[in-house]
């Protein structure tokens, strides 16, 4: 066992009362720890206007003490350092902190696991940055907002803008070796808003982390800064997949990645990849490469919602949903949006059309045909359960609630992350691919009508059930207490 360093100090500007000071273990920090209460669910967390602290009794594992207004419960300053750790060798509580880059697609696959978490009576704390705290607190888990506001669709819309992005095109075929370095270029270039935001989150995300001492870190394949925080600590990490895992390949290139972010901490390497991983991917969809994957079964959450009666009533006709995520309209790109391009290819056909998209996404849609039943917000994976077909961008969540429901799926593809999905879709024989350049309304016609063909049907119906004999997330929860028990795996490089 390697011999643990003087921890590193942390310093910045005082905020809200708050200061990182001294030679050793940083005292006093500032943070904002925002907890679900009894206000109003549609009243926002009001952590712009007040002291950004935790309390001793937060960082001890304690009951908060001063009941917040707005959403939630704010802990005020931390004074001192946490009491006790935890004794995991006679069960009890685990603190588990979970880390996501602030966009809600990358949080939501890991939310039924904190639920499981906290339903056996562990501690979860979500941290990022604190644009993502209503999205956190709205799913149930206590939230830690971290660093400054930090707009990443603002961010990645300028870098596109910037480098004159056009949707994905088919890729040539005539020189392998240089479309793989163009996927890994690809792969780096998006990735490296996420470690930009993990940058800002990293001050004060270490310092809680440091009095909070959880003995377990769960990130998404972006949420950078939780592995940073298990190297500090020492803490075991455990990489928690969205779908199928494109993002493995990044370890080839994590030094240039992550740099800016762990050179501070004195390390060059943090482990991007995680001690383990949890995998909700159905088995035929994954890449053949030498990870190691522990599966865990997908429980679609798509945000707080609410059921509509008319979702009860079984269809008329043959039901094909529709859905288009929420990216490509917070970035600014409703040109991307192409649902209003399938409602009108599929006017004239003989079933139902369920348009789940948001209220902002219903002004792109100039004409509704009498086929369609349904056009705004509808809760995806309720609505996914009527339907005989679905047709989306390729987004993670779409296309893993569709095949938890059994469904065919065409899958019409712009982002490079759309388009990976797309492909393993198409290849497994559960769906279909259309890149969404130059797309005829004649080609989503013929598309969606092969669905309807056994042989689709049947691949699907056999990547649910693979889906559904995964141990559910709180059959997991025994797994990660017996890695927080065992402690973190030696690592090849010790910070500073």
């Known amino acids: 066992m390697r011999a643990r360093t003087r921890a590193p100090v942390v310093r910045r500007r005082e905020r809200g ?90 949080l939501y696959p890991m939310v039924p696991l904190g639920w499981a978490l906290r339903a056996s009576g562990h501690d979860v704390v979500v941290v990022s940055n604190p644009d993502l705290v209503p999205a956190i607190v709205g799913a149930g888990l206590p939230a830690l907002g971290a660093g400054p506001e930090f707009d990443s669709y603002a961010r990645l819309r300028d870098e596109l803008e910037r480098r004159s992005w056009k949707p994905a095109a088919p890729e040539p075929t005539s020189d392998p070796a240089a479309a793989a370095e163009r996927a890994r270029r690809r792969r780096l270039n998006g990735f490296r808003l996420a470690a930009a935001a993990a940058q800002a989150q990293a001050p004060e995300a270490v310092a809680f982390a440091r009095r909070w001492q959880p003995d377990l870190i769960v990130f998404e394949p972006a949420g950078f800064v939780g592995p940073l925080i298990g190297t500090l600590l020492d803490v075991p990490t455990v990489r928690h997949l969205w779908s199928i895992d494109f993002t493995a390949p990044i370890a080839e290139f994590e030094e240039d990645l992550i740099g800016e972010l762990a050179a501070p901490y004195g390390l060059t390497r943090i482990g991007v990849n995680g001690d383990s991983t949890l995998d909700p991917a159905p088995t035929r969809l ?179 059930d693979d889906m559904l004999a995964r141990p559910t997330p709180l059959a997991v929860v025994e797994q990660l207490e017996r890695l927080a028990r065992a402690g973190a795996p030696q690592r090849a490089e010790a910070p500073r």
């Open 17 to 106: 009362g708050g200061r990182v000071v001294g030679s050793g273990t940083p005292r006093a920090a500032s943070f904002l720890l925002v907890v679900p209460g009894t206000a109003r669910s549609n009243d926002p967390p009001r952590h712009s206007r007040i002291n950004r602290a935790v309390l001793d009794e937060a960082a001890a594992g304690l009951a908060p003490t001063q009941p917040h207004s707005g959403a939630g419960v704010i802990f005020e300053r931390a004074r001192g350092r946490w009491a006790h750790r935890l004794s995991l060798g006679r069960r009890r509580r685990m603190r588990v902190l979970l880390a996501t880059w602030n966009m809600p697609g990358h």
């Open 286 to 464: 994954q890449v053949a490469d030498r990870q190691v994957r522990d599966p865990i079964r997908f429980v679609p959450y798509n945000g707080p919602a609410v059921l509509e009666p008319w979702l009860l009533e079984p269809p008329a006709r043959p039901r094909v949903g529709i859905t288009w995520g929420t990216s490509q309209s917070r970035l600014g790109f409703d040109h991307m949006v192409l649902a209003p391009r399938v409602v009108r290819a599929l006017a004239r056909h003989d079933v139902e059309l369920a348009v789940a998209v948001t209220a902002d996404q219903r002004k792109l849609f100039e004409h509704v045909p009498d086929n369609v039943v349904h056009l705004g917000p509808a809760p995806l994976h309720q609505l996914a359960s009527t339907c005989s077909v679905l047709v989306d961008q390729g987004g993670a969540g779409g296309v893993l609630t569709a095949l938890v429901n059994g469904l065919p799926q065409l899958v019409i593809s712009q982002m490079p992350d759309e388009v990976f999905h797309g492909h393993r879709v198409r290849d497994s024989g559960a769906g279909l691919n259309l890149p969404g350049t130059d797309l005829a309304d004649a080609e989503i016609a013929a598309a969606v009508d092969r669905l309807f063909e056994s042989e689709f049907h049947t691949a699907a119906g056999e990547l649910r």
